[in-house]
């Protein structure tokens, strides 16, 4: 079978081809960076924690490569359990790296604060760009009540 390099049919098999392959190339390039979040049971972000006592702050951080610090950026908090939620403000410092921090207790939800109770879970979500790339992690509430 001969193929004749010259006629508009092979033509456009290339071009397809071509085309097809810089799709391939651009997809496997431009893979969206998934956001992360840690939390922290101290101010300075030092101590990793995710089981929090009655009264606790709970210090968050996102890490999202896209998002610029413009806006007002929120992350929710729903415990799993009850289903109450509060949104909690995030500042950008350093550059992609976002902080805030919340309450959780057991007392009524407030602006700041989360009202868990002793075993509850909660879930942190966090999509700061929008992009679908969001990332959520789960809390733990441990009041230290020893079963009688």
């Given at each position: 079978?001969?193929?004749?390099?010259?006629?508009?049919?092979?033509?456009?098999?290339?071009?397809?081809?071509?085309?097809?392959?810089?799709?391939?190339?651009?997809?496997?390039?431009?893979?969206?960076?998934?956001?992360?979040?840690?939390?922290?049971?101290?101010?300075?972000?030092?101590?990793?924690?995710?089981?929090?006592?009655?009264?606790?702050?709970?210090?968050?951080?996102?890490?999202?490569?896209?998002?610029?610090?413009?806006?007002?950026?929120?992350?929710?908090?729903t415990n799993d359990q009850l289903g109450n939620s509060i949104s909690v403000s995030v500042t950008e410092t350093p550059t992609y790296i976002y902080r805030g921090d919340f309450i959780i207790h057991s007392?009524?939800?407030?602006?700041?604060?989360?009202?868990?109770?002793?075993?509850?879970?909660?879930?942190?979500?966090?999509?700061?760009?929008?992009?679908?790339?969001?990332?959520?992690?789960?809390?733990?509430?441990?009041?230290?009540?020893?079963?009688?």
């Amino acid at each position: 079978m001969r193929v004749d390099i010259a006629s508009g049919k092979a033509k456009k098999l290339i071009i397809v081809l071509l085309s097809l392959i810089l799709i391939m190339g651009i997809t496997t390039v431009a893979a969206a960076h998934q956001d992360m979040i840690f939390t922290y049971s101290d101010a300075a972000y030092t101590q990793p924690e995710t089981t929090f006592d009655d009264g606790d702050t709970v210090y968050v951080e996102v890490t999202d490569n896209v998002t610029t610090g413009t806006g007002t950026l929120v992350i929710s908090i729903t415990n799993d359990q009850l289903g109450n939620s509060i949104s909690v403000s995030v500042t950008e410092t350093p550059t992609y790296i976002y902080r805030g921090d919340f309450i959780i207790h057991s007392g009524a939800d407030t602006a700041t604060a989360l009202h868990m109770e002793h075993g509850q879970t909660a879930t942190i979500n966090a999509d700061l760009d929008g992009e679908g790339d969001g990332a959520t992690k789960q809390i733990t509430a441990d009041y230290g009540i020893t079963p009688l």
